[in-house]
C-alpha cells in the first residue's frame, strides 16, 4: 500500500475488530460491520451479535459449506463460535433495548460533528426503506461505532457539521473509522486519533465538512 492509497473495505474492518475490548457483547450491522467477524485477533473473545436473533458469531463459511438456515441481518451465511445460540426476534430486541450491549457497530451515509447518525436513507429512493432496528441499537448499545468510507463517491464529505439526510438518532456516535481516519466524537469536538500514513491533517480536513481536532495522530494501519 502506497502512503496515501485509502484503506481497503476488509482493512478498516481489521481495525475496528482490533479495537474491540476482550470480552465484549457487539452488534454489528448490516453492510460494512459484516466484515469483521473474519478478524477477530486471536486470542480474544468478542461476543458477535446480530439484530435477527444469533449471538457469538464467527467468520465466513468456507465456500460450499454455507447453511443458508443460519444468517446475519444482512442475509449472508456465518458460523457460530463454541457456546453460540440463535433465537426469535423478540429476544434479540430485548437485548439491544435493554443495555446488554457494550458496542454497536453500524453503517452511516452521514455523520455530524455532534454525534448525530444517519443511517438508514439517502433521500433518492436508493437506501434501506426505513429506520428498522438501528435506532433501537443507537439508544440500546452502550457505545455506538460508525464504519464508512470518508468520502461519498462523488468525494462530497460524509462527516458534516449537521446531517442532511434524515436521523437515526442524535449525539450517539463515539468513534468513527473510516478509510482515511479513526475520529472521536467528544464534547470538544472531533479529535483525530489516527490517520492515514501520508495524509497531512490539512489534507484530511478538505475532505470533512465538520471542523476537526488534532488527537493522538498515530498512523491509521489496516
Known amino acids: 500500500m502506497s502512503p496515501t492509497t485509502p484503506l481497503s473495505r476488509e482493512q478498516i474492518a481489521r481495525r475496528v475488530a482490533r479495537a474491540m475490548p476482550d470480552?465484549?457483547?457487539?452488534?454489528?450491522g448490516i453492510g460494512l460491520p459484516d466484515m469483521v467477524?473474519?478478524?477477530i485477533p486471536d486470542g480474544i473473545e468478542i461476543f458477535l451479535h446480530s439484530e435477527n436473533g444469533v449471538l457469538h458469531i464467527g467468520p465466513r463459511p468456507p465456500?460450499?459449506?454455507e447453511d443458508w438456515d443460519l444468517i446475519n441481518a444482512g442475509k449472508q451465511p456465518v458460523?457460530?463460535?463454541t457456546g453460540g445460540s440463535y433465537f426469535d426476534s423478540s429476544l434479540s430486541f430485548a437485548m439491544m433495548?435493554?443495555?446488554?450491549?457494550?458496542?454497536s457497530v453500524l453503517g452511516a451515509f452521514q455523520v455530524s460533528e455532534r454525534g448525530d447518525l444517519a443511517n438508514w436513507s439517502t433521500g433518492t429512493g436508493d437506501?434501506?426503506?426505513a429506520v428498522g432496528g438501528a435506532m433501537d441499537l443507537a439508544v440500546g448499545a452502550r457505545q455506538i461505532w460508525v464504519m464508512m468510507e470518508h468520502t461519498a463517491r462523488d468525494?462530497?464529505?460524509?462527516?458534516?457539521?449537521q446531517c442532511h439526510y434524515p436521523l437515526t438518532a442524535r449525539g450517539v456516535v463515539k468513534r468513527i473509522f473510516t478509510n482515511l481516519a479513526l475520529l472521536a466524537v467528544t464534547e470538544a469536538g472531533v479529535l483525530v486519533e489516527e490517520i492515514l500514513p501520508g495524509l497531512s491533517f490539512e489534507e484530511l480536513q478538505a475532505r470533512t465538512e465538520a471542523r476537526l481536532t488534532p488527537g493522538a495522530m498515530q498512523p491509521l494501519l489496516g
Open 23 to 28: 470480552g465484549a457483547f457487539v452488534n454489528l
Open 37 to 39: 467477524p473474519d478478524h
Open 63 to 65: 465456500q460450499g459449506q
Open 79 to 81: 458460523t457460530l463460535r
Open 97 to 103: 433495548r435493554g443495555g446488554h450491549l457494550d458496542i
Open 127 to 129: 437506501g434501506i426503506p
Open 155 to 161: 468525494g462530497a464529505p460524509r462527516i458534516l457539521r
